[in-house]
């Protein structure tokens, strides 16, 4: 039987020496780890244990454990695929904002000089300017971040069911 240590064990539930239950690479206390490195690790073991899938050399008895991990990496997702989302949509706004900024200073500068200029030229100008290329940029990256959070609490929501029905071979 386990005495609590931190070997990965289920605490007594199952006899260590028939089935060996051990997440090498998994802490019993995450107290003094970042949400990051907490995702990163449970991301690693997911996979480690998938390659194992893969070879052959799994242990179905640990599949709903693995399921487990799956499910809280999930629940630890949740943080980033928010911020990640709120950041894309500002980046939206942001570049708006800017759009219209750079066209009302170039409408001012026309105005000075008595120069008319149409609606689709101001909105060229903001379009080409050196401020809007760079808020897209940030808006495309931000994106991108968004979707592969998304991405990868996808690849756990597949991950959990999966291991979770090895579990129950």
């Known amino acids: 039987m386990s005495d609590g240590s931190n070997d990965g064990s289920l605490g007594g539930w199952n006899d260590e020496k028939a089935v060996d239950?051990?997440?090498?690479?998994?802490?019993?206390?995450w107290s003094g780890w970042t949400r990051a490195s907490k995702v990163q690790r449970l991301l690693d073991v997911v996979q480690?244990?998938?390659q194992k899938v893969r070879a052959g050399t799994f242990n179905a008895a640990k599949g709903e454990r693995v399921a487990a991990l799956a499910l809280e990496g999930q629940m630890e997702l949740t943080e980033f695929?928010?911020?990640?989302?709120?950041?894309?949509?500002?980046?939206?706004?942001?570049?708006?904002?800017?759009?219209?900024?750079?066209?009302a200073k170039h409408a001012r500068e026309a105005?000075?000089?008595?120069?008319?200029v149409s609606e689709a030229s101001l909105k060229r100008v903001a379009s080409i300017s050196d401020e809007v290329k760079h808020a897209r940029k940030e808006m495309?990256?931000?994106?991108?971040?968004?979707?592969?959070?998304r991405y990868v609490y996808e690849i756990l929501k597949e991950a959990h069911i999966f291991f979770r029905n090895i579990g129950k071979l």
């Open 48 to 50: 480690a244990q998938l």
């Open 81 to 103: 695929y928010a911020d990640a989302e709120a950041k894309a949509k500002n980046a939206k706004h942001i570049v708006e904002y800017t759009e219209g900024e750079v066209a």
């Open 21 to 29: 239950l051990s997440l090498n690479g998994v802490p019993l206390d």
């Open 111 to 116: 105005a000075s000089k008595e120069i008319r």
């Open 140 to 149: 495309v990256d931000l994106e991108r971040d968004h979707k592969k959070w």
